[in-house]
């Protein structure tokens, strides 16, 4: 039944409204009112907000315009008499009607993106190339942990880093946690946001497209405490091959993390508690 | 009980003797004293709000630096009090009750006939209820560790780990007013229900009387629930219960909860953090139409008043409002698509969410409709009363951005959400609430307000409040998180964010305009208070308008009316063919023809 009703939302929702939406980015040019994005889901996201731009701002043109008209050309006049209506039921009927159809078309818009970008049995995981890090939140401060060139967890080339290093081209498969109070990984230009929540793991991913290699920005996102304005963390993208190199040269500056003495990072988030992707 | 049995209670009651300054001032059980209590304690309240606001803007343009009347520089933990006391005033303690404690109380009986509220000491608990709820958050600035810095959602685990009594007080403080309004929910329900004048059926209500009503069963179904939760968190706080705190929760360098629990705050754990934030959505996302539906009846009261017109779809905009409280209660979930709760439970509130826009929608056609071909009158109330339709439409659709679950994952949590709260609470229901002062204040105080001071009020007002929170929208966009003390990278105070670096100049124009928009409320006390006692004595139905408040001697003495009341139509019977004036009082059988205008669909 739901997958019928899946089904049914792909088949006739998107096909026609992605059409109506390749129009759109002739006329929005990234990086006004957005910041550049670097990511394909970044990307489908932009375009998203490009369409619900365009088609709320034309509401609100229409609508504006309306009230603007109406205010400048029925000013009350000496001896006018106003004409008496209680209302029209043809028109209630259609102005009930159609904004629930773009309303709805508008929502089924959303259904794959949001499916894609949160949904974990979307997630790349059976990509070979995929990174997967894991994310601790703390007051103030982000952690970051890595499985090191041998890709898995728990073994003596793992590493932690007090940055976000990661390759572009390659999804990144992230496992979140917090310690203390709910924080907000928020990547802009990835147009990636995610609460971590303490007592939950929580996972997410990205892809920074290829040739978006450099130095960007975490923030937080939610309210954490008197010094939330100060966790700032740093990301740094690069590109795969670069990444591989700078991947091994951590995991030796790092490695092995000491799970039997645990730091502060670890004690929180033991071997034990890890969760298979 | 008719109105004149209504009224002739309120005499026997209280009408025939010599009333003390305490009886008729502070312990009043009349309806309109308790309105101007909860008027003049509101509007001392906003003006805290007010700075509280600037106080905020002031750190976003210049981090750090000497605030002026403060007179030092805001420290981390003052700048999140300031963030979080604005809100919890503004939304508690100025605006719900305000629309709901001030209009619901004035407007209600004057407008169905009745003499006085059902339960005018019920009425009166209500007011002192909301005031304990006032002295909380007033006293929270001088306990130990200051107001909350926890933000006005008071999500745990902060507010569970903030020490200091500051948490504690707000959880008090909200409660309180969360009970002044459920003892104002059930008086305005059974009122409404019990105490209409003969003929004045439900289709022959003014909207303002059904906004209150709907409000009332919003307050009276979803309040409760929020009760509910900050006693869970007041009992986390003070009692080591363990409702929001799970296993292992780590703060001040101690682990809090579970079998490696130490120290004195040591707990069972095992709670559930977001089951905060459902709790606290299932009555703060209802607050939001509880902050915006009575001031959706005023305006359409004063529009059609304005206009010389009927409303459009007098039907529609019942059904529509009804609607709104029915989706009210499934939309909740719209706050926490980031939350780490299931992505599918998002998708469902998404499509609901979208649905709510649409009974908003069919309001903004309608009050369109409503001046279609009308013969507007630019009275300041009037002006008001347009402004809120034309910000009413901004606030409404930035709201279509954040329903669409993926684009809210970029706009979620930043000032492009601040931007549209504040276009639906503050550029559309505060204008309606000026409006509404300046509309009814020839009846309630029997004097009329200056036109050039209301109409400077309301111009500049306009101009400021979108200087504003219209750039907030661009900040927004541009990934400004909303709740951070420094914007831009700011060398001296290291920390900020750099993408944010070509943004700052948006800051400092924003807080230039917030600090404009407050002095430029100066106009407006001075007219209030003025015209108090100089203004032209008033006429006791100055805009010609229909419904029964305008029937009463000016001002309105107890028990309202001044004989019995018989309603013969509705309310908004303007320039019918068939009558010589172009208004049509509701009480008024004789001259006019009895039309059943609302009776056409």
New interface residues.
């Given amino acids: 039944m739901t997958s019928t009703i899946k089904t049914l939302i792909h088949r006739l929702g998107l096909p026609a409204l992605l059409l109506a939406l390749m129009a759109v980015p002739a006329f929005a040019e990234r990086g006004f009112?957005?910041?550049e994005s670097i990511s394909e889901q970044g990307d489908?996201?932009d375009d998203?907000?490009w369409a619900?731009?365009w088609i709320?701002g034309l509401?609100?043109v229409v609508?504006?315009g309306?009230?603007i008209y109406?205010?400048v050309k029925?000013?009350?006049?000496e001896g006018?008499?106003?004409?008496?209506?209680?209302?029209?039921?043809k028109?209630?009927i259609i102005?009930?009607i159609a904004?629930?159809i773009v309303?709805?078309a508008?929502?089924m818009?959303?259904?794959g993106?949001?499916?894609e970008?949160?949904?974990p049995e979307h997630f790349p995981t059976d990509d070979p190339e995929a990174v997967e890090v894991h994310v601790l939140a703390?007051?103030f401060n982000w952690a970051f942990r890595y499985a090191g060139p041998d890709r898995s967890f728990g073994t003596d080339d793992d590493y932690t880093f007090n940055k976000l290093v990661v390759p572009a081209g390659r999804p990144v498969i992230l496992q979140m946690r917090s310690?203390?109070?709910?924080h907000?990984l928020?990547l802009?230009?990835l147009?990636?946001?995610?609460?971590?929540?303490?007592?939950?793991t929580?996972t997410g991913w990205f892809h920074a497209r290829d040739g978006s290699a450099g130095d960007?920005?975490i923030?937080?996102?939610?309210?954490?405490?008197?010094?939330?304005?100060?966790m700032?963390g740093e990301m740094e993208i690069l590109e795969s091959a670069d990444w591989e190199v700078r991947d091994r040269e951590l995991s030796a500056q790092n490695a092995p993390v000491d799970y039997a003495s645990p730091t502060e990072f670890f004690k929180?988030w033991p071997p034990s508690e890890f969760t298979a992707n | 009980m008719t109105a004149a049995a209504a009224a002739e209670h309120g005499h026997g009651d209280h009408g025939h003797h010599e009333e003390s300054f305490a009886s008729k001032y502070l312990f009043s059980i009349d309806h309109k004293m308790i309105a101007k209590q909860f008027l003049f304690t509101g509007i001392f309240l906003f003006l805290l709000g007010g700075a509280l606001a600037v106080g905020v803007r002031w750190q976003l343009a210049w981090p750090f630096t000497e605030v002026p009347i403060f007179g030092k520089t805001f420290s981390p933990e003052n700048y999140y009090a300031a963030m979080t006391m604005h809100a919890s005033v503004m939304i508690f303690l100025v605006i719900i009750p305000l629309l709901v404690g001030f209009f619901g109380n004035w407007c209600v009986p004057l407008m169905i006939g009745a003499g006085d509220m059902v339960f005018p000491r019920l009425n009166m608990w209500s007011y002192w209820m909301f005031l304990s709820g006032a002295v909380f958050f007033l006293v929270s600035f001088f306990v130990e560790g200051g107001p909350s810095g926890a933000g006005w959602t008071g999500y745990p685990p902060l507010s569970e780990i903030q020490p200091g009594q500051g948490v504690n007080m707000w959880a008090l403080g909200v409660l309180f007013t969360g009970f002044s309004g459920v003892m104002g929910a059930v008086n305005y329900i059974t009122t409404i229900l019990k105490l209409r004048a003969p003929g004045m059926t439900f289709f022959r209500m003014p909207l303002v009387v059904w906004s209150i009503l709907i409000t009332s069963v919003l307050t009276l179904l979803a309040t409760p629930v929020l009760a509910s939760n900050l006693i869970m968190l007041f009992l986390d706080r003070v009692a080591g219960t363990s409702f929001f705190v799970p296993d292992g929760l780590v703060a001040a360098g101690q682990v809090w909860s579970g079998p490696d629990a130490v120290g004195e705050s040591a707990r069972a754990g095992g709670g559930q953090v977001l089951m905060f934030q459902h709790l606290f959505w299932f009555y703060s996302h209802p607050a939001v139409y509880i902050m915006v539906l009575p001031a959706m009846g005023i305006v359409s009261d004063i529009l059609a008043t304005f206009a010389r017109k009927p409303i459009f779809g007098y039907k529609p905009m019942i059904y529509s409002m009804s609607a709104i409280t029915g989706l009210g209660f499934i939309v909740w979930g719209h706050h926490m698509f980031q939350s780490g709760m299931n992505p599918y439970l998002g998708l469902s509130f998404m499509v609901s969410t979208m649905f709510i826009a649409l009974p908003s929608a069919v309001k903004v056609f309608n009050w369109l409709g409503t001046l279609w071909r009308g013969q507007i009158h630019f009275e300041v109330p009037m002006l008001f009363a347009l402004s809120f339709v034309g910000m009413f439409i901004i606030g409404g659709l930035s709201g279509i951005f954040m329903a669409a679950t993926p684009v809210d994952i970029h706009i979620h949590d930043t000032y492009f959400i601040v931007a549209h709260i504040h276009y639906v609470v503050f550029a559309s229901t505060v204008m309606a609430i000026f409006g509404a002062v300046y509309y009814w204040y020839p009846k309630m105080f029997g004097r009329m307000y200056n036109h050039t001071l209301g109409k400077l009020h309301f111009w500049l007002t306009l101009l400021f409040l979108n200087g504003t929170f219209m750039l907030m929208h661009y900040v927004g966009t541009q990934g400004h998180p909303r709740r951070i003390a420094v914007g831009a990278w700011d060398e001296t105070v290291q920390a900020g964010y750099k993408y944010l670096e070509d943004f700052h100049w948006a800051n400092e124009v924003m807080t230039y305009s917030a600090i404009c928009l407050g002095f430029v409320q100066i106009p407006f006390f001075i007219n209030l208070f003025w015209s108090m006692w100089k203004g032209e004595k008033a006429a006791d139905n100055p805009w010609k308008a229909n419904s029964l408040e305008w029937a009463t001697p000016t001002p309105p003495p107890h028990g309202n009316f001044a004989g019995p009341v018989e309603v013969y139509r509705g309310p908004y019977e303007f320039s019918h063919p068939d009558m010589k004036e172009d208004y049509a009082p509701q009480q008024i059988e004789d001259g006019t023809p009895v039309v059943q205008a609302q009776a056409a669909h």
Avoid: M
């Fill in positions: 009112l957005l910041p489908k996201i998203l907000f619900i731009f709320t509401v609100l609508t504006e309306l009230l109406f205010i029925y000013r009350a006049k006018g008499k106003a004409y008496y209506t209680t209302g029209n039921h028109a209630e102005w009930t904004p629930s309303l709805l508008i929502a818009l959303q259904f993106l949001w499916r970008i949160k949904a703390k007051q310690i203390d109070v709910i907000s928020y802009p230009e147009r990636f946001k995610q609460d971590l929540v303490p007592g939950l929580i960007y920005e923030a937080c996102a939610e309210l954490c405490g008197a010094s939330h304005y100060t700032r929180f």
